[in-house]
């Protein structure tokens, strides 16, 4: 009954405070519209109603189809009736107006989800069969699992990658992936048997994916087995690029941010007897620098950007060029803005063995009184796919109940809103709750319950088409730039 008080009297304080800015922002303060500047809605689907995490489209010749992978929980399968543990969504988005929701994909061997989605055709990589197309995705928290999704109407389990040890103190672990698909290197995130810590960087040679092979594991510093003194901080996105590959540790707090020299990590320290071996000069020996945040900010994920014109620059002799990194600190806690802000962070990485956060950027609470909204308002990630129309330009993010937003970053001192879209809430979105100083998960319990969007993450395809999934199960919503962001964008 509690609970059901409290909503009302949100509901009602929300509706008491109405009001309309004016201008190019049309703001609605109420709590179930869908609002937007500058972005439209081009298509929809309800995932089910599974709670949503990481989505990414991929291009088949002249098909469009989409991979969501699912926070834990169960629903029915719509396509056959079954309640299933939730795992991978695939629909075609061809018609990006009317997506098709094709298969899903449960976890295997007793998991509870599968999060996270990477994919390569087997042309692009080094020594894969070039009619194939291959997908790796975290099988909960026992490891991560190859897929052929050459029929993504008919997806096959290839089998398990690896499995996941335990802690020194017990408790496992995976999350976000990254697979580049020119080396076939697959930077893995799980928990290596011992370590002291359940996120750790696993490499694997995934040239081949019929034969995977383990490099090494890599993390701070701090973190390996046998180490004393304060455990690091656990990584929690890697991003490669080049020779270079960046990794980000800590979502919301203790953020640090490292550059590392990929050949480096990948062929090791050749002044060690045991060149992967987890020691401190081991570990060291591939970084060519490390950010650390404020204890209260962190690098849920670093993506970086190269080339970036600085037109007030122009008439200098030095820097009328920048690279800079994407650093989102994700926001995180019980919501109704209770904890420190977080936000998107741009570093200027130019000089890379000195890297400094030049800006940040965060979306206006006050615009919508998203705090009143409950559940988490701020940051989460920003898309991770490139695009000529947005690289150097556009950044896009999830918002959680903030939906999604977009900031102009071409003068990277200075990134200003240029436009955002969030949903309505549906039949599908679910309550969240959650106890006192914990995470949000859907839970039986009176404290903390409140029923709002939460987009979680966002990407876009070679078409422009913004990607955008919700945490509390109110689906898949594409997206199209209006306005002066389409402008901006040149689409």
């Known amino acids: 009954m509690k609970k059901y008080l409290i909503y009302l009297l949100f509901i009602l304080s929300i509706i008491s405070g109405c009001s309309n800015f004016g201008g190019e922002k049309n703001i609605s303060m109420q709590n179930n519209t869908e609002e937007s500047w500058n972005m439209s809605l081009v298509g929809s689907n309800n995932l089910q109603g599974r709670s949503a995490y990481h989505a990414v489209p991929h291009r088949y010749d002249d098909r469009y189809i989409l991979f969501v992978g699912h926070h834990s929980g169960e629903k029915v399968n719509s396509l056959n009736g079954k309640i299933e543990t939730n795992g991978m969504s695939i629909l075609d988005i061809t018609d990006a107006s009317n997506p098709i929701y094709l298969y899903h994909q449960p976890p295997t061997e007793g998991a509870e989800n599968r999060q996270h989605v990477q994919i390569c055709n087997g042309a692009d990589l080094p020594n894969a069969d070039p009619e194939k197309v291959y997908l790796i995705n975290t099988n909960g928290s026992l490891g991560a699992e190859l897929l052929d999704v050459t029929a993504p109407e008919n997806p096959q389990i290839i089998g398990m990658i690896y499995y996941t040890g335990e802690t020194n103190i017990g408790g496992k672990q995976t999350h976000k992936i990254y697979w580049d698909c020119e080396s076939g290197i697959a930077y893995l995130n799980g928990t290596p048997e011992g370590w002291r810590i359940r996120r750790v960087l696993q490499l694997f040679d995934m040239s081949n994916p019929l034969e995977p ?74 970084q060519i620098s490390r950010l650390d945040m404020p204890e209260y900010y962190g690098a849920h994920s670093v993506k970086p950007l190269f080339n970036i014109e600085v037109k007030d620059f122009a008439d200098t002799e030095k820097n009328k060029f920048l690279n800079i990194v994407l650093l989102a600190s994700e926001e995180i806690g019980i919501g109704n803005c209770s904890t420190d802000r977080d936000m998107l962070f741009i570093v200027d990485i130019t000089d890379e063995d000195k890297p400094f956060p030049i800006s940040s950027f965060q979306a206006k609470e006050n615009l919508g009184n998203f705090c009143e909204r409950g559940l988490r308002f701020g940051l989460h990630a920003v898309h991770d796919s490139y695009h000529p129309n947005f690289d150097n330009s556009l950044v896009v ?46 839970a039986q319990t009176d404290e903390n319950c409140f029923r709002q969007v939460q987009t979680n993450n966002v990407d876009i395809d070679d078409r422009g088409l913004i990607y955008s999934v919700d945490r509390a199960g109110s689906g898949l919503h594409i997206l199209e730039l209006t306005g002066k962001a389409k402008e901006i964008a040149g689409l």
């Open 213 to 286: 092979h383990h490099i090494r594991n890599f993390a701070l510093d701090g973190s390996q087995p046998g180490a004393n003194g304060p455990i690091s901080t656990p990584l929690h996105a890697p991003f490669a690029s080049g020779n270079r590959v960046y990794l980000g540790y800590g979502a919301s707090d203790d953020g640090v941010m490292q550059i590392l020299d990929r050949d480096k990590l990948i062929n090791g320290n050749p002044e060690s007897n045991d060149p992967f071996s987890p020691t401190t000069e081991n570990l060291l020996y591939p």
């Open 397 to 442: 993010m999830s918002y959680f109940n903030g939906g999604t937003r977009v900031a102009d970053i071409r003068d990277p001192f200075d990134p200003v809103e240029v436009a955002y879209f969030v949903p309505q809430m549906n039949d599908f979105t679910q309550e969240i709750c959650s106890a006192e100083g914990g995470l949000f998960i859907t």
